[in-house]
C-alpha cells in the first residue's frame, strides 16, 4: 500500500513534452465544405509512431498526469496507478500543447476522443474501454502479461520506516 502514493507522485512526473512531434501540417481537402476524410502526412504519423514506441505504456490525454484537464484523463491516470503501471515504463503526452497531436492522434488510431492508451505500440482504447478492462480484470492480466507493471515486494519483507 505505501507504493500507490509514490506510484501516483512518480507517473505525474514522468510525463514528456510532445517535443518528439514534427509541427508540419495534416494535409486537408482544398475545398472546406469536402467531407473527405482528413490524412495524416507521412511526417506526423511517424513522429506520432515515434511517440507510441517511446515507452511500453503510452496514454495521449487533455493535460498532465500531474494536472488532468479533464475527468476521463483523471480517471485513466488513477486507473493506471490503481493497476500498478511502472513509472519507468510510462509516459503520457499532452495533447492541449499541440493541436496536430490533438487531431492526429484520433487518426492515427481511427478512434474519436482522447484519452488514448497504447501498450508496446498497440491501441488499447479510451477512457470507457480501460474502465471495462479494469473492472473485469482485463487490464491487469495485459499489463501483467507485458511485464509492464511494478514488480511486488517479496512476502514477508518488512518496509523499513
Given amino acids: 500500500m505505501l507504493l500507490r502514493p509514490a ?15 514534427s509541427k508540419t ?13 482528413r490524412l495524416l502526412s507521412t511526417s506526423t504519423r511517424a513522429a506520432i509512431t515515434k511517440a ?4 511500453p505504456v503510452v496514454l495521449f490525454m487533455k493535460g498532465t498526469p500531474e494536472t488532468p484537464q ?3 484523463s483523471r480517471a485513466s491516470i488513477q486507473i493506471l496507478g490503481l493497476q500498478g503501471v ?12 499541440d493541436e496536430e497531436l490533438r487531431q492526429g492522434i484520433k487518426e492515427y488510431s481511427e478512434w474519436p476522443t482522447i484519452p488514448q492508451l497504447y501498450v508496446e505500440k498497440e491501441f488499447v482504447g479510451g477512457c470507457d474501454i480501460l474502465m471495462s478492462m479494469h473492472q473485469s ?10 511485464g509492464v507493471l511494478v514488480e511486488a515486494e517479496a512476502e514477508g519483507e518488512e518496509v523499513k520506516a
Fill in 70 to 72: 479533464c475527468g476521463f
Fill in 25 to 37: 501540417p495534416l494535409l486537408t481537402s482544398s475545398h472546406p465544405h469536402n467531407s473527405t476524410p
Fill in 7 to 21: 506510484l501516483s507522485a512518480t507517473l505525474r512526473l514522468s510525463t514528456r513534452p510532445s517535443s518528439l512531434l
Fill in 86 to 97: 511502472d513509472p519507468a515504463k510510462f509516459t503520457a503526452f499532452n495533447v492541449l500543447e
Fill in 52 to 55: 507510441v514506441s517511446s515507452a
Fill in 137 to 146: 480484470g482485463e487490464l491487469g492480466k495485459l499489463l501483467e502479461e507485458k
